[in-house]
């Protein structure tokens, strides 16, 4: 056949994958994709601005990372050694699908959760064996720990707090998990600041864990692309070898290593929000014919009847969250990330509004 105008075939993979749409759309008040409604304080704007200014452009940055998995590192009571510093905590979500995954290799996932494990899964040829949350979005853990006692999984995702349940896995179950087999287990951590909780200081006992943590979300920086991982130096090195060289730039290291060296002066805003979540929990709780799920993060999931509908007419009313209620698992459900006050006053004004127009209360 000649190459006239004609397409060869992508990978047959790809066949029916729809690309990740964080289906952003212009609003007024953005509680849709889990972002700090705050950006970075002033004092650490100054800080990155008088570090940006000396930073040479035409070198290549440093590969690893290195003064930024140092401190990071450090801080944790690891070594340089146990950190790998990606491109967004989705990078990094890739370089363990291609490590641990590929042909004739299985991911153990428990959906509804984040769906990009799924995909990275897919692009991988990754076998992906589901394990259905229960009816109130917790993990089926005795499912979970049968499921592996067969032994061939290859690696098993547990995401605490959970996108988008918001739900946490408990120590003592994710430590059944890491003994359950040799499988490699991602303890995705991306919202733990929430929470309260984490298993990073099990790396030490545990050759099989790794956790994953983002500068997106508790700590502002959605905007810039950066992420990372704690693990035992046998994982980080197999991490390495399927790593893009240079995906973190010298602009990110120099504002994560400023963020990360600031990371106190966020800590009273990562409270407010947690303050900001119970109330916002128990506003949603008060209205008639809402279930609201319990949430550890900066987000609450909640099923409501029609709720593609009210999806839409929160939009018309300049408030943008995100629809769940196509997602398998997920009917009926929308998420609403926690903002401001001020913003979560004008989502419940508005949710109320829509649920009256509906005639659904
Ligand atoms: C946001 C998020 C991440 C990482 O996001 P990045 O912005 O790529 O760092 C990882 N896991 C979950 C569950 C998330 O919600």
């Known amino acids: ?85 990606g491109n967004g905590g989705d990078e990094l979500l890739f370089d363990i699908a291609l490590a641990w995954g590929g042909p004739n290799r299985k991911l153990l996932n428990l959906p509804p959760t984040f769906s990009v494990y799924a995909h990275n899964a897919v692009l991988c040829h990754t076998e992906i064996v589901n ?6 979005l917790c993990i089926d853990e005795p499912a979970v720990l049968d499921r592996l006692s067969q032994c061939d999984i290859d690696y098993v995702v547990i995401t605490s707090p959970n996108n988008p349940t918001g739900d946490v896995a408990s120590r003592a179950f994710i430590e059944q998990v890491l003994e359950a087999s040799d499988a490699l287990v991602l303890a995705d ?57 240079y995906s973190v ?48 993060a900066n987000y609450i999931l909640f099923r409501v009847d029609q709720a593609e509908s009210i999806w839409r007419a929160l939009f018309e009313k300049g408030i943008l969250i995100r629809d769940f209620s196509r997602s ?17 006053e004008a989502f419940l004004k508005a949710l109320i509004a829509s649920l009256e127009e509906k005639e659904l209360v």
């Open 131 to 136: 394990i259905a949350r229960k009816d109130d």
């Open 328 to 344: 398998p698992g997920l009917t009926d459900c929308l998420r609403v990330t926690v903002g401001s006050a001020q913003e979560n």
């Open 189 to 245: 951590e991306a919202y733990c600041e929430f929470s309260g909780a984490s298993v990073v200081d099990m790396i030490a006992q545990h050759k099989n864990l790794v956790v994953l943590r983002t500068f997106s979300k508790a700590y502002s920086l959605a905007g810039l692309r950066l992420g990372y991982v704690f693990a035992q130096a046998e994982v980080i090195n197999e991490l390495c070898k399927v790593r893009q060289p």
């Open 1 to 85: 056949m000649k190459g006239v105008n004609k397409l060869r075939n992508s990978v047959d993979c790809l066949t029916g994958l729809i690309p990740y749409d964080p289906k952003y759309l212009p609003a007024d008040t953005f509680l849709s994709a889990n972002e700090n409604t705050d950006d970075i304080p002033a004092q650490v704007r100054a800080l990155i601005m008088e570090r940006l200014e000396k930073l040479p452009f035409n070198r290549y940055p440093d590969p690893l990372a290195n003064n930024l998995r140092d401190a990071i590192a450090q801080a944790n009571g690891l070594h340089r050694e146990n950190v790998l510093i």
């Open 249 to 296: 730039d010298a602009i990110s290291q120099t504002i994560g290593l400023s963020v990360f060296e600031s990371r106190q002066l966020f800590q009273a805003r990562i409270e407010t929000t947690i303050e900001e979540r119970k109330k916002l929990y128990e506003a949603l709780c008060k209205i008639p014919g809402l279930k609201v799920y319990p949430s550890e």
